[in-house]
């Protein structure tokens, strides 16, 4: 059974570049998470989706960050232009949302924005 | 605003010892506390979780202990084991369509 997949795992670029991030949850997940983790600031929840439409994004840090599921089995954390302190792991996670169902994260994708 | 307090920041434990790690929280509307464990390069992953209504969950060398009148829910590892090294949040969440509000992390080490 595949877990939530995301790609790329590392990405390199250069402060006012666009960066997309994207995430396949498990199927038949309808929930999604998109987190960030630093060392400073830990996990923080950036935005959720159930059932494709986003509930919370009142983690989003700024307007440069954005992110869309135009479908149940994909979605994409799009930071534009990116800067050096944009530069964590973001990670992806997936659920169902009946009951107490435990968030799948996946590996995560290292950011780093020179 | 920080909702969901954990400590230590660090625990180092000897092999077959107890690992202890304490989280705190305010808001008496949560009512599902999961825990986390995430390895080097991996996503966190669910350890165990427990519900209010219940004071202690054991799932092999892992236990929950809640004290839902102190607030304060904590983690125990028992016989701990190298494999153990990693980090441990604890979390909290208010209803089933809520998110997940996790606390800082503890991150354990466990030497032969």
């Known amino acids: 059974d595949a877990g939530v997949i995301q790609s790329p795992r590392h990405e390199v670029t250069e402060m006012g570049q666009e960066v997309t991030l994207r995430c396949k949850p498990i199927s038949g997940h309808n929930s999604l998470f998109w987190y960030r983790q630093t060392m400073m600031r830990g996990l923080e929840l950036l935005i959720y989706f159930n059932n494709n439409v986003p509930i919370d994004d009142s983690g989003m840090p700024e307007d440069r960050f954005s992110a869309k599921m135009p479908n149940a089995s994909f979605s994409t954390l799009k930071i534009q232009p990116s800067e050096p302190r944009d530069s964590a792991v973001y990670f992806c996670a997936s659920s169902l949302d009946t009951g107490n169902q435990p968030q799948h994260f996946g590996d995560g994708t290292r950011l780093s924005i020179l | 605003q920080q909702q969901v307090k954990q400590s230590p920041q660090s625990l180092i434990v000897q092999k077959g010892g107890i690992s202890i790690i304490n989280c705190a929280y305010e808001n008496t509307a949560f009512d599902y506390f999961p825990w986390y464990q995430q390895f080097p390069g991996k996503g966190p992953a669910l350890l165990i979780a427990?519900?209010?209504?219940?004071s202690e969950k054991k799932e092999g060398r892992f236990t929950i202990s809640f004290n839902k009148s102190a607030k304060q829910f904590s983690l125990h590892i028992m016989d701990s084991q190298p494999g153990d090294s990693a980090t441990y949040f604890c979390a909290a969440r208010k209803t089933s369509y809520d998110k997940v509000i996790f606390g800082p992390g503890t991150s354990l080490s466990v030497i032969p």
């Open positions: 427990i519900r209010p209504d219940v």
